[in-house]
């Protein structure tokens, strides 16, 4: 089944929702899956943490995903020399600026939820200590 089916069954008031994942981390790529798919229902979920591990910039990949976003995850992370998949780390100990990204969505007109992940569950390795806030 396709994201376009999918999205045909889905009940009134629920959105189908794409995450710039994997092979669709980088927002040209997510984007134009939704523009492919052409139905109301299909948004994207931004995962700012994949669009930069992926190569986008957060100036890059906000403009491209901002018509279709349902949703934003924010969680900080860094490159690890010679793995596709960067580290999660503690706010603030790595390379997603989350003043970036906010500003992005302000400049957007995104008035829609951002959630903060933390993946200690997948990753154990992450240390324990809490972080101050880095929004204001």
Not at 33 to 58: C, E, F, M, T, Y
Not at 71 to 81: C, E, G, T
Not at 101 to 118: K, M, P, Q, T
Request: aromatic share 8%.
């Amino acid at each position: 089944m396709c994201l376009r089916e999918v999205a045909q069954r889905a009940p009134n008031g629920v959105r189908v929702g794409l995450e710039t994942h994997g092979d669709f981390a980088r927002g040209q790529a997510a984007a134009e899956i939704v523009r492919l798919a052409n139905h109301p229902k299909v948004a994207l979920i931004w995962d700012v943490a994949n669009s930069l591990a992926a190569g986008d910039s957060i100036e890059e990949s906000a403009p491209e995903v901002g018509p279709y976003l349902a949703h934003v995850h924010l969680r900080d992370a860094r490159p690890i020399k010679g793995h596709e998949h960067w580290l999660p780390v503690l706010a603030g100990h790595g390379a997603v600026s989350f003043t970036a990204a906010v500003n992005a969505l302000r400049g957007l007109g995104y008035d829609g939820y951002i959630s903060f992940e933390w993946e200690k569950y997948w990753h154990p390795e992450i240390e324990e200590r809490t972080s101050r806030c880095l929004i204001s």
